[in-house]
Nanobody
Framework: QVQLVESGGGSVQAGGSLRLSCTAS?????MAWFRQTPGKEREGVAS???????GYAASLEGRFTISQDNAKKTLYLQINTLEPGDTARYYC????????????????????WGQGTQVTVST
């Protein structure tokens, strides 16, 4: 069982930046960030493998950067040039150590989820 706690969300103006954090109770082969708005499916944002290999959702621009500190068991998501369309609840997810060739941004590949942190971007 992996517990995940997100932090760093808030209300910001368009054009600003945020860094989200996710503290985990254990490291994982794959970790990822997702986001969701009411009435919509959860959308994958970025993933990172234990060795540092990253992947991003093709539909998103290059404003997101995922990183991790394995020693601190902490996952990060840097979001720059925030847009109102980035308004969502952001979730951290962990796969555990079940092997997979590539860490994806598909929610079905992740077993453990945090409660999320809200990001609201205003004009």
């Amino acid at each position: 069982q992996v517990q995940l706690v997100e932090s760093g969300g808030g209300s910001v103006q368009a054009g600003g930046s945020l860094r989200l954090s996710c503290t985990a109770s254990a490291n994982s082969l794959c970790m990822a960030w997702f986001r969701q708005t009411p009435g919509k499916e959860r959308e994958g944002v970025a993933s990172i493998r234990a060795d540092g290999t990253t992947g991003y959702a093709a539909s998103l621009e290059g404003r997101f950067t995922i990183s991790q500190d394995n020693a601190k068991k902490t996952l990060y998501l840097q979001i720059n040039t925030l847009e109102p369309g980035d308004t969502a609840r952001y979730y951290c997810a962990a796969r555990g150590w079940s092997w997979i060739a590539t860490c994806t941004v598909g929610p079905r590949d992740y077993k453990y989820w945090g409660q999320g942190t809200q990001v609201t971007v205003s004009t």
